[in-house]
């Protein structure tokens, strides 16, 4: 009992050290989360996720007591290495993945293997905080930005209004409308992934998880396709002025409002299966 609570000692005052080392990290991650609803504004709700999937995984299983595994070092050092090289490269992105790199590793350290080994989608679920470089996705974008563009040149004439297609961009008759990167829909896409993921861990059956996966890419371009075509006949309508209104915002927005509640409704589980993923698992005893 003693050395239990030792533990929870030595956890809360490690906890507190680390908080205080990465809360520069943390500050960054959260102004790319805010900075508008077209960067990975899905990030704020994934370090939330990970705690609560975590916590309902272990509360699914019963352990015997916790034994520590060194194994946790091949973890914690590599991470805080990157940490210490991100203090003097200053670019943010390589301290978050360290945290990515620390998690896990302070499982280890603290919960032991099978704990560890119970939580490792949550854990690995963290990577979906990370904003991703434009250096990385550029070519992503642009053929994300192909087809939101040729999309809607080919619907937009069904309700009589003529478009003209150069690259990625859209001749109306009054105005010029440009697909940029923050139209692809890349962020949407990423969200989607993350929710994919998210509910295909969580639903009991394969060909269900597979769907859900697959469902992901099409259902995200084509909830960006809509957004797209909308502007462009709102535009054509009413002037370009209009995208200086919050309805362009809103029409993003829009997107993670069409793709992500279908992409949970088609991972649902149906009457009779389990909504945790290890909740008919048998006890578990050991480490």
């Avoid at 996966?213 to 909830?223: D, F, G, T, Y």
Wanted: proline residues 6%; aromatic residues 8%; positive net charge.
């Amino acid at each position: 009992m003693h050395q239990g609570r030792l533990g929870q000692i030595l956890a809360c005052l490690a906890g507190l050290v680390l908080i205080g080392v990465y809360a520069p990290t943390i500050l960054w991650l959260w102004g790319r989360w805010t900075l508008s609803v077209w960067h990975n504004a899905h990030g704020a709700l994934v370090p939330p996720a990970v705690a609560y999937l975590s916590y309902t995984e272990l509360k699914w299983r019963r352990y015997g007591a916790v034994v520590p595994s060194a194994w946790g070092f091949a973890l914690v050092i590599p991470a805080l290495v990157l940490h210490v090289l991100d203090t003097g490269m200053n670019t943010g992105l390589l301290s978050a993945f360290s945290i990515v790199l620390l998690l896990p590793g302070l499982s280890l350290l603290f919960l032991g293997v099978e704990r560890t080994r119970a939580i490792l989608f949550p854990l690995a679920f963290m990577l979906f905080a990370l904003p991703i470089p434009l250096s990385l996705t550029e070519q992503l974008h642009l053929v994300l930005r192909h087809i939101a563009a040729n999309a809607a040149a080919a619907i937009v004439p069904i309700f009589g209004i003529p478009v003209y297609l150069e690259g990625t961009t859209l001749q109306l008759g009054s105005a010029t409308l440009g697909i940029e990167d923050a139209c692809s829909g890349f962020s949407t896409l990423y969200a989607a992934a993350a929710v994919a993921c998210l509910m295909a861990y969580q639903t009991d059956k394969w060909p269900r998880k597979l769907l859900v996966l697959a469902s992901a890419a099409p259902l995200a371009i084509a909830a960006n396709v809509l957004r797209v075509t909308l502007l462009v006949i709102v535009v054509a309508r009413t002037g370009v002025d209009v995208l200086e209104t919050w309805i362009h915002p809103a029409t993003g927005i829009m997107t993670f409002a069409l793709a992500l509640p279908a992409i949970m409704w088609l991972g649902r589980n149906g009457p009779g299966e389990s909504a945790a993923p290890n909740a008919t698992a048998p006890a578990q005893t050991g480490q």
